[in-house]
């Protein structure tokens, strides 16, 4: 396992820093890059909720990105960012796309000008309805499905949930007249993150596709948009592959072409992302403040561990409320047992070790400094000897990790968020 950046970057910011995330441009860009050139046709959507750092999102929204926004606050935020990137290319209400459930009358005034929202069930639409009733405008809204789908099942068998219309229902409300000053123009559907089995996305993007037409029959037209949702996961474990994004587009190009020799050749494909790009950018690093050694048990007292980047401690609970080798994934929170790697930075080292490589090392536990016995980030652990002012270091920290983090908890100073640019300059 090596480390991305020179060894000396992190030396220097723990002298500022006892906690922080080094997010890594060149990561972001090259993962970006990879998903451009796999699917030219497609429109990538940004999912704000993964990463928001403003560096971050700068970086995502100026390559290109649409944005899938989950509340107003991350509309507004995206809108702000592509006024400041200057790009006008397109109004905001035709790249961010406001995909929520329960939605506030002032969510839904605050985001209409500004953004395409997706409404999330018939209740909603009755609401948008009234809304542009009051207003005597006509809206164009996008609808969240909930499929007659399962992932990894067959169709005709969807699960209830929370979000979006069922697909039965949306049916009737298309054929309703219920909704005089709406024009439902595009959909959207995500049903599960962190996907690497490509064949289990293909099937999934077939169904879609398959909907689509039965809708845009129902319609009489077709589509402006439809939104594929999300799914595309990153390697955690050293084991994990990557989706082959190749195999992936080349199922979807057939599907383009086939709407193309149908007369749909405008609507706009869309895939939502969060994870996929920065996931792997980010590395969370917190220093050593103590060892100690109890009834003959090492433990080595972080700085900052579970109120910092939880999912490790999530891990932990995980494991001890389970003997299951394999327990399921509960995304974001949760995605596998061994979905973070351990490494150590040695005060004055210039090489990282990893957790396990070590030939001095010892089994410690690897604790934080709140005043709870469950704030445990790793437990059993071979790390090499540390001692206070050396380094820990969390991979897979960029997506789901500070956002996630209940940073409030004891008052304690936060993880600063850094921001490595592809030029070597650090923003925070
Ligand atoms: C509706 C929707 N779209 C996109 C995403 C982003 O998923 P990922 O970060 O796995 O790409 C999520 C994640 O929860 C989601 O709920």
Request: a negative charge; proline letters at 5%.
């Amino acid at each position: 396992m090596r480390i991305p950046m020179d060894s000396r970057i992190l030396h220097d910011l723990s002298d500022h820093y006892d906690s922080f995330y080094l997010y890594d441009e060149k990561t972001i860009l090259q993962r970006i890059q990879a998903l451009r050139e796999a699917f030219p046709e497609v429109e990538f959507l940004y999912s704000v909720k993964s990463n928001p750092h403003p560096e971050v999102l700068k970086t995502m929204l100026s390559h290109g990105f649409g944005t899938d926004a989950a509340s107003l606050g991350e509309v507004l935020a995206a809108s702000r960012c592509y006024e400041a990137i200057g790009d006008h290319e397109m109004p905001d209400r035709d790249r961010i796309f406001y995909s929520a459930p329960g939605k506030s009358r002032k969510d839904l005034l605050g985001a209409w000008q500004c953004a395409a929202i997706i409404a999330d069930s018939p209740g909603e639409i009755r609401r948008i309805e009234e809304i542009a009733a009051e207003m005597d405008k006509k809206i164009s809204i996008g609808v969240r499905i909930n499929p007659a789908y399962t992932i990894g099942g067959t169709a005709g068998t969807g699960a209830p949930a929370k979000f979006g219309i069922d697909e039965e229902q949306f049916f009737s409300i298309l054929e309703s007249s219920g909704h005089p000053h709406l024009r439902i123009n595009g959909i959207h559907v995500h049903l599960r993150s962190q996907m690497l089995n490509t064949a289990l996305l293909i099937n999934y993007h077939n169904y879609l596709f398959d909907m689509a037409d039965r809708i845009e029959a129902a319609i009489g037209a077709p589509l402006d948009y439809i939104n594929l949702g999300s799914g595309i996961g990153i390697p955690f474990t050293e084991q994990d592959r990557e989706v082959d994004l190749s195999v992936l587009s080349g199922a979807l190009k057939e599907h383009l072409r086939r709407r193309k020799e149908n007369g749909k050749a405008d609507t706009r494909i869309m895939i939502e992302s969060g994870r996929y790009a920065p996931g792997k950018s980010g590395w969370y690093v917190t220093k050593v403040m103590d060892r100690k050694i109890s009834r003959g048990k090492t433990f080595i007292v972080l700085n900052s561990t579970m109120n910092g980047f939880v999912r490790p401690s999530l891990v932990e609970m995980v494991r001890h409320l389970t003997d299951d080798p394999a327990p399921a994934a509960w995304e974001p929170f949760f995605t596998g047992l061994d979905t973070f790697q351990f490494l150590a930075l040695r005060s004055g080292d210039e090489e990282v070790i990893p957790a396990g490589a070590s030939e001095d090392g010892e089994t410690v536990d690897l604790v934080g400094s709140l005043c709870t016995g469950v704030d445990v980030i790793a437990s059993d652990i071979r790390m090499p000897h540390l001692e206070p002012g050396d380094l820990v270091i969390i991979t897979n920290a960029g997506a789901y990790a500070a956002v996630m983090s209940p940073m409030q908890f004891a008052s304690m100073e936060k993880p600063a968020q850094i921001f490595l640019a592809e030029d070597g300059t650090i923003r925070s």
